[in-house]
């Protein structure tokens, strides 16, 4: 709309008016203008500015959301599914999941293991899924009763579930693959941490493989891990290098552990104040048989007011140096000081790993009451026992022939919350049979397979080589049938059954294990078990029944193939018979017997209606004569099917045209 000329110069009038930035006033006005009269009006002010957030977000949030709904995805930038699943932070340990995730560690703590490892797998398809954390807390309760099929499991399920695992999940696998003496299957788990995981190892990661492979008396391994760390860029760690001069003690390398040391000094760049290495040091002067200097660095590290500073782990190296160099009464008296000094929180110098030296060193000196009363007693400073600390007591008995004791402490587990494991049971079955109890020892096994336990092959071929060296041929046979389908059966555990039924003279039981074998077809009958059974039976002067049984399991299997062959081939035709009943068959049909079938029903038409016909023309002629012989051309062409018209689609099928 065009302007009038008054309003165009009023409007050229404003635009020529200077323009006056706004002027505002000092600071210190506006200070006293935002004070408030007394505490209790800011409080107030404050908590109406927090209700009025918790009703209307920020600005800048709601900008930021209107920018991310603005910006457009670009169709390409899909994410890739092949690409590793990064783990869940501890940010969504909150509401239903952390209630979850506390009512699972209250059945941890109710040693109640079973109930909380099927809840996990449960709730994994609840609209409640448990976190990685959950999980941990789980596999690590039964880490610590040595229940590592059922950690595998659960962590095989989590994995399957989508559950991405954390470096502590990690961490827990390669403990259970170190204490089962899978190093190598550990370290295949490390590379394949290195290479795929979207996280680096932690320090706790080499403690765990340098500790394993020293356990398992791979040294050397041990210290390429240690170099390994080094090169990726880790500190040098005090406790790899503890782990590292213990198992050079144990190797009896004692210039071995003076050049770790010396190392580790020159990594920290002076002297090592940490007294984790002290009893490291010790046992190598007492390899190289200077027990002063071992004893001066002893009392250096335990006065009051050392620079040596020392946990729990470092007084547990000291009392096993004391221990295993005839120190043991100064062993003694360190121990009682630990407990003196062991306050938690606040300081911690008492652990379980304590009770296990003292233990040992009291089976050393040969006081067992007393290693018994000691390990018992640790519920006083808050520790609990597990089950390999019971198994190494329990052993310590057995090895010095003190079996009842042995069986009253596996009694005492419940005590503390523990449940015997096949090494338990292991370890009292071969006792037994040193000590001519074979009854006791068969009762041992059959109570880990009445507990669902799962004994390996080893301790089953234990137990029937001891039943049948006393002659317990039946109660061997009766166990080898029991456990042939719980193991899987080697050729030498089928030879020693082979040639103990053999020996006793039972071949009728030997060629039924021969046929059950066969039948079975997972091991077969090579030729050692072959001459074991011939030698058997050429003893009683049936040698050939063997080649028999042979060739009879070998027509059976032939004609339950054919069988079965028949029976396919009844089932194929059987479903193309119903198929074909359902649908049309011109689908199925043959196409000559179809057009067999077409020209036979209207050639049978055809005659019909050509009999009619002739039937008419004589019922015709009977009343009139005929007039003319385009009548009979006509009658001709209807008989023979012609038309009038010339039309030829009304030909006989099969007449040529």
Same mark, same amino acid.
């Given at each position: ?364 000196? %040969?006081?067992?009451?007393? @290693?018994? #009363?000691?390990?018992?007693? +640790?519920? /006083? &400073?808050?520790?609990? =026992? $597990?089950? *390999? !600390? ?10 010095? %022939?003190?079996?009842?004791? @042995?069986? #009253?402490?596996?009694?005492? +587990?419940? /005590? &503390?919350?523990?449940? =015997? $494991?096949? *090494? !338990? ?15 006791? @020892? ?5 109570? +880990? ?5 799962? =004994? ?19 109660? @061997? ?5 029991? +456990? ?174």
């Amino acid at each position: 709309m065009a302007l009038s000329k008054p309003s165009f110069l009023l409007h050229l009038k404003s635009l020529t008016k200077p323009f006056h930035r706004p002027h505002f006033p000092p600071p210190f006005l506006s200070f006293r203008l935002l004070s408030f009269a007394s505490p209790e009006e800011a409080a107030a002010e404050r908590r109406s500015r927090k209700r009025r957030l918790r009703m209307e977000p920020p600005l800048n949030s709601l900008r930021h959301q209107q920018q991310q709904q603005r910006v457009p995805q670009s169709p390409n930038s899909k994410q890739n599914p092949n690409a590793p699943k990064l783990p869940e932070t501890v940010s969504v340990l909150t509401g239903n999941r952390l209630n979850l995730h506390n009512r699972i560690l209250t059945l941890i703590r109710e040693n109640d293991l079973d109930e909380a490892a099927l809840y996990t797998r449960h709730s994994v398809y609840s609209n409640c899924r448990p976190t990685i954390f959950t999980c941990n807390a789980v596999m690590a309760a039964l880490l610590r009763q040595s229940r590592y099929a059922d950690l595998l499991s659960l962590h095989r399920f989590i994995t399957q579930a989508g559950i991405a695992g954390n470096i502590v999940t990690h961490n827990l696998l390669l403990t259970a693959y170190c204490e089962c003496k899978k190093t190598d299957i550990a370290l295949e788990h490390y590379k394949q941490l290195i290479n795929d995981a979207p996280f680096n190892p932690s320090p706790t990661t080499y403690r765990i493989l340098v500790r394993g492979h020293v356990d398992n008396n791979k040294v050397e391994r041990a210290i390429e891990l240690k170099d390994e760390m080094l090169s990726k860029g880790f500190a040098a760690d005090l406790i790899v290098y503890s782990y590292l001069m213990n198992g050079c003690a144990k190797d009896k390398n004692a210039g071995k552990i003076f050049e770790l040391y010396d190392e580790l000094k020159l990594k920290l760049g002076g002297d090592v104040t940490d007294g984790i290495v002290v009893g490291g040091l010790m046992k190598g002067y007492f390899l190289k048989g200077l027990e002063e200097k071992a004893m001066e660095l002893y009392v250096e590290a335990t006065r009051d007011n050392s620079r040596i500073k020392l946990g729990d782990i470092a007084y547990n190296y000291i009392l096993d140096a004391l221990c295993k160099n005839g120190k043991f009464e100064e062993a003694l008296r360190l121990f009682d000081r630990m407990k003196e000094e062991h306050n938690p929180p606040r300081r911690l110098t008492v652990n379980l790993g304590s009770y296990n030296v003292m233990a040992n060193g009291y089976c050393t000196e %040969g006081r067992f009451n007393e @290693a018994v #009363e000691v390990f018992m007693s +640790m519920g /006083e &400073k808050r520790c609990s =026992p $597990d089950i *390999v !600390s019971f198994n190494n007591l329990i052993e310590q008995l057995c090895i010095h %022939g003190l079996l009842p004791d @042995a069986e #009253e402490l596996c009694g005492r +587990m419940n /005590e &503390k919350g523990v449940t =015997p $494991d096949e *090494v !338990s049971y292991g370890l009292l079955m071969d006792t037994c049979f040193k000590e001519n109890r074979p009854d006791d @020892a068969a009762s041992y096994f059959r109570k +880990m397979v009445d507990e669902k336990l799962r =004994p390996n092959l080893a301790v089953y071929n234990r137990l029937v080589d001891g039943l049948v060296k006393v002659g317990k041929v039946d109660e @061997a046979k009766s166990f080898f049938d029991l +456990m042939v389908k719980k193991l899987k059966m080697d050729y030498a555990s089928y030879e020693f059954m082979f040639k103990a039924l053999c020996d006793a003279g039972k071949l009728d039981e030997v060629l039924k294990m021969v046929g059950d074998m066969l039948d079975d077809g997972s091991v077969d009958l090579n030729e050692d078990m072959q001459e074991i059974i011939k030698d058997g039976l050429r003893k009683e002067g049936r040698e050939e029944e063997l080649g028999k049984l042979i060739e009879q399991k070998e027509r059976e299997k032939e004609e339950a193939k054919r069988r079965e062959a028949e029976e396919a081939e009844k089932a194929k035709a059987s479903a193309r018979a119903a198929v074909a009943s359902l649908l049309p068959s011109k689908l199925f049909g043959n196409k000559d017997d179809e057009k067999e079938s077409t020209t036979s029903s209207r050639s049978a038409t055809d005659n019909a209606s050509a009999n009619e016909v002739q039937a008419g023309r004589g019922d015709a002629t009977a009343e009139a004569p005929v007039e003319s012989g385009s009548a009979n051309a006509m009658t001709t062409e209807a008989v023979v099917g012609g038309s009038p018209t010339g039309n030829a689609d009304n030909r006989i099928v099969g007449e040529p045209e």
